[in-house]
């Protein structure tokens, strides 16, 4: 293929499927927790990282990354110890962020608006071998946690007072799941973009969810969404001229249109399947609920 002649298009679809990987494995957790827009807040404040890496001539991936994570854990400690009034603080955290990236990026020496436009939003031609190195060994910290750990994560993001009660250090695990979540938004904005990277990692599991009732059925559909959509996103970006990032997003939205159609009919031959497997005796109101069996399969 033309495409993978040229080296920087060998890196920017390499670092496509990691993203793909990683941002709806973390996504989902996030998405069980009620916290679909974690995403977005951490990427906001990984802009001061990419800001401060320009100023200091650091790797931006990895001053985000530092800078994210920091961020990542204020946003639970702010969620344990001031639930009151937290919302102004994260709102102080996010815009801050914001600010921070656009001041420290005019302050380093030849820095411009114009060199934080491809982490908001994504660029094929500026991933370079550095950031191919730092995009494998985060997502790796990444898949490594979300997949190790999947089980005891579920059970923190379901039910925290449940999952405290079976002996899980729930604080640990959410502390992990926020940082994990830091380290997933560095590692996909070369790729699609710290303003759209939060669609990435929701809207591939919202679009799981659609055909599945179990968690680990929706982990993987979730993952080859991600997957499919970061790799046809970065191709049509380089055949049509058009932002990476954007085209990811709309292809992912497509695929959750896409699916959701795909799912009403499924649900229904499902409905008249249990209706044919129940005796004709048994009431409607004795059948287990679908949901009942999704929990199930789920605790098996």
């Not at 927790?33 to 807040?41: F, V």
């Not at 070369?190 to 669609?199: M, N, P, Q, Y």
Request: proline share 4%; with cysteine.
């Amino acid at each position: 293929m033309e495409i993978l002649d040229y080296a920087f298009m060998q890196r920017a679809l390499l670092a496509a499927v990691l993203v793909g990987v990683t941002a709806p494995a973390v996504g989902i957790y996030l998405v069980q927790r009620r916290q679909a827009l974690m995403g977005d807040g951490i990427g906001h404040v990984a802009m001061t990282g990419v800001g401060l890496g320009f100023l200091l001539s650091w790797s931006p991936i990895w001053m985000a990354t530092l800078v994210s994570v920091l961020g990542a854990v204020f946003m639970e400690l702010v969620r344990w110890y001031a639930r009151t009034r937290g919302d102004i603080a994260l709102a102080m955290l996010f815009y801050g962020g914001m600010a921070g990236g656009v001041m420290f990026i005019n302050l380093a020496p030849g820095g411009s608006t114009t060199n934080l436009s491809s982490f908001l939003f994504g660029s094929l031609s500026t991933v370079s071998e550095s950031d191919v190195t730092a995009i494998c060994l985060l997502a790796a910290f990444v898949v490594l946690i979300t997949v190790g750990l999947r089980r005891q994560l579920f059970a923190v993001s379901q039910d925290e007072e449940f999952a405290r009660v079976t002996g899980l250090p729930v604080r640990f695990l959410n502390l992990l799941t926020a940082v994990t979540a830091a380290v997933t938004v560095s590692v996909a904005m070369r790729v699609v973009g710290l303003l759209l990277v939060s669609a990435l990692m929701v809207v591939p599991v919202a679009a799981a969810q659609q055909l599945t009732r179990s968690f680990a059925a929706t982990f993987a559909i979730a993952v080859a969404i991600g997957v499919s959509v970061t790799i046809g996103g970065t191709v049509t970006s380089y055949y049509q001229d058009v932002p990476p990032g954007a085209t990811i997003v709309l292809l992912t939205i497509a695929a959750f249109i896409a699916l959701t159609a795909l799912a009403a009919p499924l649900a229904r031959r499902r409905a008249r399947a249990l209706a044919a497997e129940r005796p004709g005796g048994d009431p409607a109101e004795c059948a287990i609920p679908a949901g009942r069996e999704a929990a199930d399969e789920v605790g098996a």
